[in-house]
């Protein structure tokens, strides 16, 4: 019943992390990239456009590894889920393999192997191939340390395991002989408010005999505890390894082996290399030359000299996380960074661009009150964001994109009175208030405290990396944000008024110096206990909820003077509560998205209050719809309908049209991804993902009518049986034509009247379907057909299940005579005027109608609808003319051929040459009329330059100038048109005269002959 609802890209074309990047030697310009939530990219050309090449296949969008078998390109393996253990990484969901390059894939088992860091394909034999499994992100489990499989997946063995909580994070195989690998193996776990980092059971690990058995390496590598390893082998010289080795100083740094492990020598120790080890810790030798290899840290660093020395390798985006050489060509390479994968054809000098992957990792998404609205985020390892939600065009597509101060981490709230004016977010409660017009910055952060390398326990304020800011709906002078206790603002961020206490568990064994015990990472990601989700009540003023990160929901009456503990019974300890959403429709309805995945937990829960919080219940049972492992991000209660709810999962979209007594899929087009926050704005749902950017559903209202067709069924196949429907329109606005388009820009909005129909199978072919559109009183304004009855139009669709069809609001246009160039002219029908309408869908005896309103653009309002009608009738006069000008067009091209034909057969037939001589006066003597009415000589768009354009090219100049402004005609434009209307007479009077004359003495002749008279075409 909406299966032709779709979503539209709005960008950032910004690329997102990517933690996986390999290529094809024999196919220089090909290179693949595995991202961290926008699944599996490849490109063709060197970086110039990347396309996805995972969706519709791939059941989990993070990426840990990419790897092409080297005997045969086309079989391609892929591990999900990235072994960039941040406190946001998403577990994944096993391995695929592709046999066609990417075209399609087949899932290949491990399932539950949770962090997939490397894989590696045997050199002669595309079926043996070898996964580093790192295993759960956020627990113990089985399914980690190496696997192998000696048919493509079809079966694997585990051959390198040392307990449930170590697991692979590197391999790296001697390619003259594959029996020969090598596996770093790691102790890596994450909780809500720590990364527990190393462990004596990790270390270098090493097989002979292709993982039947393995040995774990010493002769000079630090023993004892030891981090994140990153391995590699020299192509160039397999007895040479290094090794980035994560330990306690003075034991960390780069380690290298020329003797194939059996002893190492540290000539390295930067910090540059190491540091945030657990995050990073990569190295690659090139293949071609055994005295040069690279690591990965925040930068891209080169060493010539076999590791000791290092240089910095500028690359478009920091923070990299792989490298491939070609080792056909070690100049050309691809790496992955936190801003996607970019090319180097010149050995890093230089890189193709970040700006073509729609692969940002957004948190919160919002909106603005102006018109077109504009959509606000925060892109992880990168910056805030300002996208329009419609283009009006420009010299690119990025440059109505702008930051709004804050990073990477942050909650925007928009200044409800100056939609200029933004507060956004940043690391351990840094706030900023940027007003763009002017240029102004501040920091009004509440807590102005460096709190890098404190424990959390020891902070007055505990300010978590995603911290909430918002406005109160009754006050727009009155700002929200929250630590563990919620604050309150009404000067811009000036002062702070603390209006809570603690409202968390301030549970202190949750609350140390995130990290260890090898090395702290203190960023505000793993802060613990607090208040993760903040919103006043749109009814009542000072009606306050907050949600916390460790499992409490608290109520306010009284605008923060006392507090009340409402969390849900059953509500697990640590679960976080993600969203919460107060209904529009009625006070105390409450909706709460808790999300438990950081403690390994994965069900679903979205509780639902309608008494505040008094009683809860819980939506989401496993069975209902949402799989019971999508945990959930987001739920949001259309504001249009009660009961109709979107809920956003780590894996989608889902829908319940029963007030989340069921659920089911409402993915649509968007691809599988996280689907991190949405916001219901005016008839669209904006929706925000970890990994794909951001996308707009245009026009909810067909749901609308869905919910009420419903009656509480939940079910969409419990809708009566219908023959078809056609949905109510929501209404549009008449807005000038803009945008531009491309492989790197936006999509636009439908520009003009999106009509959704549905019918419930396809009509016979010899079935009329017709979509009619007419004003109040119901006189046509245009009709479409399922069969166009012109060139001019557009077909009608008309397929079993959901259809869709814009009328772009004009009239009928014209139809162009064979041979006529319109050049610099427009041929369309003018543009309706803003108000009401109806929309007739018809299907052989059926047929619905809906009424549709237009509305003015609100940017416009000095222009007034009087104006607007003047522009329409204006319109409609130059088409009347052009109309009359073609026409003519047409009569002369009839009789000069028929004359012509005419001439000819009489000659033919033994009448003599005389009829063929009058045809041919006849021809010259219309010529004179014709080349006048329009440019005979141009045959293609840019002939005009060479030959002067005629009347018809002259009007239809005019027109174009008039149809697409919005306002009243210009007084030229209106004296224009009267000049050419006065030659257009002038033209069809002489027209006239000669079919009173010179044709009517032929037509005689014919007729004096026998041979048939010319006969003028209809309308002319």
């Known amino acids: 019943m909406f299966s032709a609802m779709e979503f539209r890209l709005i960008g950032p074309f910004r690329g997102g992390r990517s933690t996986a990047v390999t290529g094809i030697p024999g196919e220089p310009l090909t290179f693949f990239q595995g991202t961290t939530g926008g699944g599996v990219w490849r490109t063709t050309d060197a970086g110039e456009r990347w396309e996805n090449i995972s969706d519709g296949f791939f059941e989990v969008s993070s990426i840990g590894a990419v790897e092409v078998a080297a005997s045969d390109p086309n079989v391609v393996y892929v591990g999900t889920g990235s072994a960039g253990i941040r406190g946001n990484v998403q577990d994944g969901r096993g391995v695929y393999r592709s046999t066609d390059a990417g075209d399609s894939w087949d899932f290949k088992g491990l399932p539950d192997a949770g962090l997939i860091g490397r894989i590696r394909v045997h050199p002669s034999d595309p079926d043996r191939v070898y996964v580093a499994a790192l295993g759960h992100a956020f627990g113990k489990n089985e399914e980690r340390g190496v696997f192998r499989s000696l048919d493509g997946g079809e079966s694997w063995e585990k051959v390198l395991f040392a307990n449930d909580s170590v697991g692979a994070v590197d391999l790296a195989m001697n390619p003259e002989n594959p029996r020969v690998l090598y596996a770093g193996m790691w102790r890596a776990e994450r909780k809500p408010w720590t990364l527990i980092d190393a462990s004596e059971d990790g270390g270098i690990y090493k097989t002979t005999d292709g993982g039947d058995s393995w040995e774990k390496l010493a002769g000079g590598l630090p023993q004892g505890l030891t981090g994140r390893i990153g391995v590699t082998v020299s192509p160039a010289n397999p007895d040479r390894v290094w090794a980035i080795v994560s330990a306690h100083d003075p034991d960390g740094g780069v380690y290298r082996s020329d003797d194939a492990g059996k002893s190492w020598t540290k000539v390295n120790r930067d910090r540059r290399l190491r540091q945030r080890h657990w995050y990073y810790s990569h190295i690659v030798a090139d293949p071609g030359d055994e005295n040069t290899v690279y690591a990965m840290n925040t930068g891209l660093y080169r060493s010539i000299d076999a590791g000791t020395t290092w240089e910095g390798i500028s690359v478009p985006h920091g923070d990299v996380h792989d490298l491939w050489v070609n080792p056909e060509n070690p100049g050309f390479m691809v790496v992955g960074n936190d801003g996607g994968a970019q090319v180097s054809l010149t050995a890093g000098d230089s890189w193709s661009t970040l700006l073509n992957q729609p692969t940002a990792e957004l948190y919160r998404v919002t909106t603005d009150n102006r018109f077109p609205y504009r959509v606000y985020a925060a892109q992880q390892d990168n910056s805030t964001i300002s996208l329009p939600s419609r283009s009006s065009g420009g010299l690119t597509p990025y440059e109505e994109w702008y930051g709004v101060g804050g990073c990477e981490s942050g909650h925007i709230a928009v200044d409800p009175q100056d939609p200029d004016v933004y507060y956004a977010g940043c690391y351990n409660g840094m706030l900023d208030r940027v007003n763009r017009r002017t240029g102004e910055s501040r920091q009004v952060m509440p807590a102005p405290v460096l709190v890098d390398g404190v424990a959390p326990k020891d902070l007055a304020d505990r300010f978590q990396w995603n911290f909430p800011i918002v406005f109160s709906p009754h006050d727009p002078n009155t700002l929200y944000t929250a630590s563990q206790r919620v604050m309150k603002s009404t000067n811009q961020g000036m002062s702070w008024e603390v209006i809570s206490p603690d409202l968390t568990t301030d549970d202190e064994s949750k609350q140390p110096l995130p990290g260890g015990p090898l090395q702290h990472d203190h960023t505000s990601v793993e802060v613990y206990t607090t208040v993760f989700s903040l919103v006043e009540s749109p009814h009542t003023a000072g009606v306050l909820w907050a949600g916390t990160d460790d499992g409490r929901v608290q109520i306010s009456m009284n605008g923060g003077g006392d507090w009340e503990d409402v969390t849900p019974e059953g509500l697990p300890v640590d679960g976080t509560v993600n969203t919460l959403e107060v209904s529009a429709h009625q006070p105390g309805r409450v909706f709460l998205a808790v999300q438990r995945y950081r403690m390994d937990d994965y069900r679903p829960m979205i509780y639902r209050t309608d008494d505040y919080g008094q009683s809860w219940d819980l939506l989401t049972s496993g069975t209902n719809g949402i799989p019971g492992n999508h945990p959930v991000r987001v739920v949001r209660e259309d504001p249009g309908r009660r009961g109709l709810l979107y809920a956003g999962t780590d894996f989608g979209l889902f829908i319940s049209f029963d007030d989340g007594a069921h659920w089911q899929t409402f993915r649509q087009n968007l691809p599988v991804t996280q689907i991190s926050d949405m916001q219901v704005k005016e008839q669209d749902l904006v929706v925000a993902t970890h990994g794909r950017s951001i996308w707009i559903l245009d026009d909810l209202t067909p749901l609308h ?225 014709e080349v006048e009415l329009y440019q005979t000589k141009a045959e293609s768009g840019q002939d005009m330059i060479n030959f002067p354009p005629q009347l018809v090219n002259q009007f239809g100049y005019v027109y174009g100038m008039l149809a697409p402004a919005y306002g009243q005609p210009t007084a030229q434009e209106l004296a224009r048109v009267s000049e050419l209307e006065e030659e257009l007479a002038m033209l069809r009077g002489g027209l006239q005269a000669i079919l009173d004359t010179d044709l009517a003495a032929f037509n005689a002749k014919v007729e004096e002959l026998g041979v048939g008279p010319v006969v003028l075409p209809r309308g002319g």
């Not at 029908?829 to 009424?851: F, H, I, K, M």
């Open 705 to 929: 009518q869905l919910a009420d067709e419903l009656n509480g069924s939940g079910e969409t196949g419990d809708v009566n049986e219908t023959e078809a429907l056609l949905y109510r329109p929501g209404f549009t606005y008449r807005l000038q034509r803009a945008g531009r388009g491309g492989a790197r820009a936006m999509q636009n909005p439908p520009n003009g009247a999106l009509i959704r129909y549905y019918l419930a199978e396809e009509p016979e072919d010899d079935t009329e379907v017709t979509l009619t559109f007419a004003d109040r009183q119901g006189v046509e304004v245009r009709t479409f057909h399922r069969e166009p009855e012109s060139e001019e139009d557009r077909k009608l669709p008309a397929e079993a299940g959901m259809n869709e069809f814009v009328w772009d609001l004009t009239y009928p246009g014209l139809e162009t005579p064979e041979g006529v160039l319109n050049y610099m002219g427009y041929n369309g029908g003018p543009t309706v005027v803003p108000g009401e309408y109806q929309v007739t869908l018809t299907a052989g005896d059926w047929s619905q109608t809906q009424p549709l309103t237009v509305r003015k653009d609100p940017r416009l309002s000095h222009v007034t609808d009087a104006q607007l009608q003047e522009q329409r009738d204006l319109g409609f006069r130059i088409r009347q003319r052009m109309e009359e000008g073609y026409a003519a067009i047409e009569t002369i091209q009839a009789v000069r051929e028929q004359a012509k034909a005419l001439g000819e057969r009489a000659e033919k037939g033994g009448f003599g040459d005389e009829l063929e001589e009058m045809a041919d006066s006849l021809a010259s003597t219309l010529e004179i009329i």
